[in-house]
């Protein structure tokens, strides 16, 4: 691979880190990136109430101090408004993939291949963002994935299966972000039904 396809790699896959990033943003959640990237890319939280049992705000409360109203930021629930809350945290490892275009009209080719291939638990997942880009405006689609999903269309008991990129799985994908692949042995519909736009996956 020369320069070029490295550094457009590399802008293709900050985009889609750049993307991911608005779209938690909007659900609510704080997105931390890390300074040196070992396999999770990023931390997001969100704030929890115990005693509510949801996902919360921290309440605002206004106060008078020196004959003025002020604003304190506090790390009491919203809705409750007294009970201290706790940090949710996510991590994830991102990847970005722009395809190759097939034979056939508004359908790409993407290599897929999670670099996490074991369980890490509940609370890490894998992100895979495919970009069709011969559009006016770039559209990405987002399967979110929990590391021991991987089992369900991959298989991982290959004694050639490695935590690095090498095992790949070629997947089809409409311009609407349908995965097109129709397996024999997996059952390629759970990024449909299960893992495209699977926000609350990470809730």
């Known amino acids: 691979m020369n320069k070029i396809e490295d550094k457009k790699k590399l802008v293709i896959g900050l985009y889609?880190?750049?993307r991911l990033s608005m779209?938690?943003?909007e659900l609510g959640w704080q997105v931390h990136r890390a300074y040196i990237d070992e396999g999770i890319d990023f931390t997001i939280t969100k704030y929890w109430c115990p005693k509510c049992n949801k996902y919360s705000n921290q309440f605002i409360r206004y106060c008078k101090y020196k004959g003025?109203?002020?604003k304190c930021v506090t790390n009491l629930c919203e809705h409750c408004h007294k009970t201290e809350l706790e940090v949710i945290s996510r991590y994830l490892q991102v990847k970005t993939s722009e395809g190759i275009p097939s034979k056939q009209d508004n359908i790409r080719e993407f290599s897929f291949h999670p670099?996490?291939?074991?369980?890490m638990g509940k609370e890490v997942f894998y992100v895979w963002i495919a970009i069709f880009d011969n559009t006016k405006e770039k559209k990405c689609h987002f399967y979110i994935?929990?590391?021991k999903d991987?089992?369900?269309?991959d298989n991982i008991q290959?004694?050639?299966y490695q935590?690095?990129?090498n095992q790949k799985t070629t997947l089809k994908i409409n311009i609407d972000g349908s995965v097109l692949n129709k397996g024999k042995n997996y059952d390629y519909s759970c990024f449909n039904n299960r893992f495209y736009n699977d926000w609350k996956a990470l809730e």
Request: charged share 30%; aromatic share 8%.
């Open 23 to 25: 779209e938690l943003h």
């Open 158 to 160: 290959l004694p050639t």
């Open 150 to 153: 991987i089992k369900k269309f």
């Open 16 to 18: 889609g880190e750049m």
């Open 163 to 165: 935590i690095t990129d």
């Open 115 to 119: 670099k996490i291939r074991y369980n």
């Open 145 to 147: 994935l929990n590391t």
């Open 68 to 70: 003025q109203q002020e």
